[in-house]
């Protein structure tokens, strides 16, 4: 069976961090791009980060650049998210997605491009 499970979400004070992990099942992570977004209450999902098969292109919305690194550990399957210096408005869900494809490119903020999404993880930032 096919499938992505994120970890590591949880509630944080601002300036904190988290480390999200992304493993996946039923496939070799290692062949594909694979993507974070995250969506808050009453808004759209939205890019964090993506990662290329090969590591040769790692991409980041501006909003996190900077805060958020993106790794990949292939023996373990997984795709991690490290998040520093977080914000109230890095609260949402997070998720990782498959692209089907194994490289970022210049789409990759668009959803559409990813074919598996995991069930989500909740990050929430607050005092």
């Known amino acids: 069976q096919l499938q992505l499970v994120e970890s590591g979400g949880g509630l944080v004070q601002p300036g904190g961090s988290l480390r999200l992990s992304c493993a996946a099942s039923g496939f070799t992570l290692e062949n594909y791009a694979i993507g974070w977004f995250r969506q808050a209450p009453g808004k759209e999902r939205e890019g964090v980060s993506c990662v290329s098969s090969s590591d040769s292109s790692i991409r980041y919305a501006d909003f996190v650049k900077g805060r958020f690194t993106i790794s990949r550990d292939n023996a373990k399957n997984t795709v991690y998210l490290q998040m520093n210096s977080l914000k109230p408005e890095d609260t949402a869900v997070y998720y990782c997605?498959?692209?089907?494809?194994?490289?970022?490119?210049?789409?990759?903020?668009?959803?559409?491009?990813?074919?598996?999404w995991g069930q989500g993880t909740q990050v929430t930032v607050s005092s």
């Open positions: 997605a498959r692209m089907e494809s194994w490289a970022c490119g210049s789409r990759w903020v668009d959803r559409h491009m990813y074919g598996l």
